[in-house]
């Protein structure tokens, strides 16, 4: 009952937070015309630790963060709930880290990593990775290594867990 309830309230108070998050972007976005670009890697993206000025930088990272890491946990406790294969697995968020117990699958954390600006993965399938935050269009994260998003990636892992096709671009800051 107590899950429902903060559910509930999360998913009252996202479109509040959701309708800002563009004005922060557009906003930081105006600063970054003076700033350079990261091209490391092939990618001409502007990464968020290399065109922010370092008072905003924080702010606007950590909120995005939770945003993310929030409509992932909402994601999968709706879907935990709804996948017959998945009873008795586990999510929980706190903190900045969330974890999701799949049972007899593996267990994923994801969390946010402050002083690299950075999301983390570790998934029982694909191992750890490390997402960069992309400020364009509504923001994204990337593993720079191989240019697979962060919900792209969890949506090809967590299809073949529950045997069908899962869709998380309805999450925040998700490109899939």
Avoid at 30 to 40: A, G, Q, W
Avoid at 144 to 160: A, C, R
Wanted: net charge positive; charged share 25%; with cysteine.
């Amino acid at each position: 009952m107590i899950r429902n309830i903060i559910r509930t309230s999360r998913w009252l108070v996202r479109p509040q937070i959701n309708s800002l998050a563009p004005i922060a972007i557009r906003k930081c976005s105006s600063i970054l015309k003076d700033c350079r670009l990261n091209v490391s890697c092939g990618f001409n993206n502007r990464r968020l630790s290399d065109n922010i000025r370092n008072e905003e930088e924080p702010l606007v990272f950590e909120e995005v963060c939770n945003e993310t890491l929030e409509s992932l946990c909402d994601f999968f406790e709706q879907l935990i709930e709804d996948a017959p294969n998945l009873k008795g697995a586990d999510v929980t968020y706190s903190d900045g880290v969330l974890t999701i117990s799949l049972g007899k699958y593996g267990t994923y954390v994801i969390n946010r990593q402050i002083p690299n600006k950075q999301i983390w993965l570790s998934s029982p399938t694909s191992g750890p990775k490390r997402y960069d935050l992309v400020l364009e269009g509504r923001g994204y994260w990337i593993y720079k290594h191989d240019g697979v998003t962060l919900h792209k990636l969890l949506q090809q892992e967590i299809s073949v867990i529950v045997k069908d096709k899962v869709d998380l671009s309805k999450c925040s800051h998700s490109l899939v």
